[in-house]
């Protein structure tokens, strides 16, 4: 199963996130799998991804990209977060002819999904979808646009009052969209928050509520 499957936001928007990792299975595949992490990330870095991450690591938005690569040497999981379908897709088809022999996942709408995959000459092994939210519901925000924003962290690691302030900021002009969606992806450890799409959704959010 993978915690990037609770995305959620318009087809238009969710088109411009894809989240490609790698897990190890535990017990089956995981031993000295961190040079196959390494080689996995650095095949990615080529495509200029959104975010990188492993959870014992950090984000791009906490370690530079290199301490990464030498951090995930001792990890099972790695992830890398694009904002472009080709981008995604040419990285698929790099993972695909390295063969490095550990499980590969590709989050996002289903049918780009399957693209990537036709173009990289393999047919996906699984699909898996979120059933929805489940419990009281009622404590979730009301608010569609910071929900979008706090479902890419699949952990619930990124708070409603969180991008709120950040939304405050900028509408003070104290810091410029692209900063402050920087600042709401750092505490998503895993990498798999996409801080380009939550900068769009951000400016979305601050036009649906000027006054706060």
Partial sequence: MTHTNHRQGTLESLSKDYVVFMYAASGFNDKNVGPKLQEFLQLGLKYHPVNIGSPRVGNRFTVSPEELVEGVVKEKKAYLVFDDKERAGAFVKDVVKADLGVSVIVSGLFREADRMCQAAGIKRHTAQCSLGVWGKVERLSRQSEILDITTMCGHGMVSF??????ADDVRKRRLSPEKAAGIIAKPCVCGVFNP?????LLSQYI???PGG
């Fill in 161 to 166: 009052n969180l991008v709120r302030r950040m």
């Fill in 196 to 200: 380009k799409r939550a900068e769009e």
């Fill in 207 to 209: 036009a649906s509520s």
